[in-house]
């Protein structure tokens, strides 16, 4: 055999790595979408066993709409998917079902999840949840209260295919290199404050409820900055065009009072003491030397200057670009 045909050979081993890459996730979330153990995971990435089962290679086949069983054994052909999406409806073996999937959920984070623990926060009894272990397949309200208790309880976003296994469809798929993050729309404003942004970050589940979210490139968001990151809509009376006109929207980053200083240019968006939703440019930055933050509009022509102090400002995001509505 040519060099040339060895350098294009793509083995099964490859591909299977080559398709989490494209997912952007780990060995490990790669396993529990398509059914096997990490440890399985990790021995196929490696490369041992040379060939992976014919079982293995059908949980991949049956998990994504674009992958075969001929196209992962056919050494000689490397093309790969443009793009990948679920099968709509992942068939649920006679010995499994969604409630072994969430007990398997529970025992892999324990001792932060527990029976007790989480029937505390969706407000059942412990053998309720017990009882959910034995569940073939949950109604969409229990669903989304397991989920909620979760994400709780593990402080993050808890996704139905980590749990249950299942996976958007090809409707809904959403490109791998963005972020789910929260709106914020005009309607939001006279709501916002550090109680209602908790509100919103413990009742986000995108997956279930995706008007709720829109999606920003995940370069522009750090794994620290995602509890803080938000969708705000740009509304009629912000006059910061051209930059951002009605109907954008935009990353907002929430910060942290001690941080207010430290933001010299760019956007940002302001509720005031006063419950006043502020969105400008940052002209001045003296709240460490005189205490007084200086904002304007894009432009003179849209308006004046603003100058607030610290103790005026209730709220404060930072502006890192405009999102531009890619919503699922």
Same mark, same amino acid.
């Given at each position: 055999?040519?060099?040339?045909?060895?350098?294009?050979?793509?083995?099964?081993?490859?591909?299977?790595?080559?398709?989490?890459?494209?997912?952007?996730?780990?060995?490990?979330?790669?396993?529990?979408?398509?059914?096997?153990?990490?440890?399985?995971?990790?021995?196929?990435?490696?490369?041992?066993?040379?060939?992976?089962?014919?079982?293995?290679?059908?949980?991949?086949?049956?998990?994504?709409?674009?992958?075969?069983?001929?196209?992962?054994?056919?050494?000689?052909?490397?093309?790969?998917?443009?793009? @990948?999406?679920?099968?709509?409806?992942?068939?649920?073996?006679?010995?499994?079902?969604?409630?072994?999937?969430?007990?398997?959920?529970?025992?892999?984070?324990?001792?932060?999840?527990?029976?007790?623990?989480?029937?505390?926060?969706?407000?059942?009894?412990?053998?309720?949840?017990?009882?959910?272990?034995?569940?073939?397949?949950?109604?969409?309200?229990?669903?989304?209260?397991?989920?909620?208790?979760?994400?709780?309880?593990?402080?993050?976003?808890?996704?139905?295919?980590?749990?249950?296994?299942?996976?958007?469809?090809?409707?809904?798929?959403?490109?791998?290199?963005?972020?789910?993050?929260?709106? @914020?729309?005009?309607?939001?404003?006279?709501?916002?404050?550090?109680?209602?942004?908790?509100?919103?970050?413990?009742?986000?589940?995108?997956?279930?409820?995706?008007?709720?979210?829109?999606?920003?490139?995940?370069?522009?968001?750090?794994?620290?900055?995602?509890?803080?990151?938000?969708?705000?809509?740009?509304?009629?009376?912000?006059?910061?065009?051209p930059l951002y006109f009605t109907g954008y929207w935009l990353l907002g980053l929430a910060l942290?009072?001690?941080?207010?200083?430290?933001?010299?240019?760019?956007?940002?968006?302001?509720?005031?003491?006063?419950?006043?939703?502020?969105?400008?440019?940052?002209?001045?930055?003296?709240?460490?030397?005189?205490?007084?933050?200086?904002?304007?509009?894009?432009?003179?022509?849209?308006?004046?200057?603003?100058?607030?102090?610290?103790?005026?400002?209730?709220?404060?995001?930072?502006?890192?670009?405009?999102?531009?509505?890619?919503?699922?």
């Amino acid at each position: 055999m040519s060099q040339t045909a060895e350098l294009y050979q793509m083995n099964a081993s490859e591909k299977i790595t080559a398709l989490r890459d494209m997912l952007g996730i780990n060995q490990n979330r790669f396993s529990q979408l398509i059914g096997v153990a990490p440890s399985t995971m990790t021995r196929l990435e490696r490369g041992t066993p040379n060939k992976p089962s014919q079982d293995t290679l059908q949980k991949i086949a049956d998990t994504f709409n674009e992958v075969t069983i001929e196209w992962l054994e056919n050494d000689q052909d490397e093309t790969m998917p443009s793009a @990948l999406t679920m099968t709509n409806e992942r068939p649920i073996a006679q010995n499994d079902h969604e409630g072994k999937r969430l007990r398997r959920f529970v025992e892999r984070h324990k001792p932060t999840l527990n029976q007790e623990l989480i029937g505390k926060e969706i407000g059942v009894s412990r053998n309720q949840v017990g009882a959910y272990y034995n569940t073939e397949r949950f109604r969409q309200n229990v669903r989304i209260n397991i989920l909620k208790a979760l994400g709780k309880l593990l402080d993050r976003n808890v996704t139905p295919e980590e749990v249950f296994g299942e996976a958007r469809t090809a409707a809904t798929s959403v490109p791998t290199n963005l972020i789910a993050v929260p709106r @914020l729309s005009v309607a939001d404003r006279p709501k916002l404050d550090a109680k209602y942004l908790d509100e919103v970050q413990s009742n986000f589940m995108p997956s279930m409820r995706p008007e709720t979210a829109m999606y920003a490139p995940k370069q522009a968001v750090s794994v620290e900055q995602h509890k803080r990151a938000y969708a705000i809509e740009v509304g009629n009376s912000d006059r910061m065009e051209p930059l951002y006109f009605t109907g954008y929207w935009l990353l907002g980053l929430a910060l942290e009072p001690a941080d207010y200083s430290r933001l010299f240019d760019g956007s940002v968006a302001i509720v005031t003491s006063d419950g006043e939703f502020l969105l400008k440019r940052v002209i001045a930055n003296n709240l460490r030397t005189t205490g007084v933050l200086e904002l304007g509009s894009f432009t003179t022509e849209r308006g004046g200057t603003v100058q607030l102090r610290k103790s005026d400002i209730q709220l404060m995001f930072s502006i890192p670009g405009i999102i531009y509505g890619l919503n699922a």
